[in-house]
């Protein structure tokens, strides 16, 4: 495996492919995560453990969203009404320049911030949660929407929904698999619906088949993501 020293950022060609979000009840996309891949280092988890350190993290967590801004505005008739799901790193949203550097790009195009989801990939931590909650709210102030991820992997995810207050919550993917035969992760992703549908957004992550689908409807889940409702693809084959 390459090392960082191998190679520099600039180098590592990059580009995304597209997940949908769809409405449970009405079956229309409602929009579509954005998921970096390279030509350089085809595993993404690769890429992001073979550039390891923190301000190559960071690079290329800008480089990514850039890219992706880059690409929406190509092809804004086809992301149009659409929210568009950016994963980022909580380091990054707490980037002095980031903030600034993000509304200047989003000036030069017919992208609107409250199109943009910044989806936290990475659980805050109780070290910079505070910092975060106080970042965060000026990216709200600005338009646009923040998602937490994973809610329910780890205990941080569920301190960080509690301090954050995100717009929308990604309910981690392990509660969908087989949810059509656990009584435990149908109470539960009820309960979450309970708790959080009157302060955020849910979206339940990870419906592989057509029973989980069902189970998730059922129970009131609002909107999903999953291989079931579509997998990730290169942007060209949705033309």
Do not use: W
């Not at 949908?20 to 409602?30: D, E, M, R």
């Not at 480089?63 to 929210?83: D, M």
């Not at 505070?130 to 809610?151: N, R, T």
């Amino acid at each position: 495996m390459k090392h960082t020293s191998d190679f520099s950022l600039q180098s590592i060609k990059i580009n995304h492919y597209i997940q949908p979000i769809t409405n449970l009840t009405t079956n229309h996309v409602i929009g579509y995560e954005f998921l970096l891949r390279s030509e350089t280092i085809k595993n993404p988890e690769l890429l992001f453990q073979t550039v390891s350190h923190p301000n190559q993290l960071l690079e290329l967590d800008m480089k990514s969203i850039f890219k992706a801004i880059e690409t929406i505005n190509s092809h804004y008739t086809f992301f149009e009404n659409k929210l568009l799901f950016l994963n980022i790193f909580p380091a990054t949203l707490m980037e002095n320049s980031f903030l600034q550097g993000l509304l200047n790009i989003l000036s030069k195009t017919t992208i609107k911030t409250s199109s943009i989801v910044l989806e936290i990939n990475e659980s805050a931590n109780g070290s910079n949660i505070s910092a975060l909650k106080e970042v965060i709210c000026l990216y709200k102030k600005h338009g646009f929407i923040i998602a937490l991820d994973d809610v329910g992997k780890g205990d941080s995810t569920v301190m960080a929904l509690l301090e954050i207050e995100p717009d929308i919550v990604k309910i981690d993917k392990y509660f969908s698999i087989d949810l059509a035969n656990s009584i435990k992760k149908q109470k539960l992703i009820s309960l979450l619906i309970q708790f959080i549908d009157q302060d955020a957004t849910i979206v339940l992550e990870g419906i592989e088949t057509n029973e989980d689908l069902k189970m998730a409807k059922s129970i009131g889940v609002p909107i999903a993501q999953g291989y079931y409702l579509g997998k990730p693809l290169p942007l060209a084959s949705y033309s």
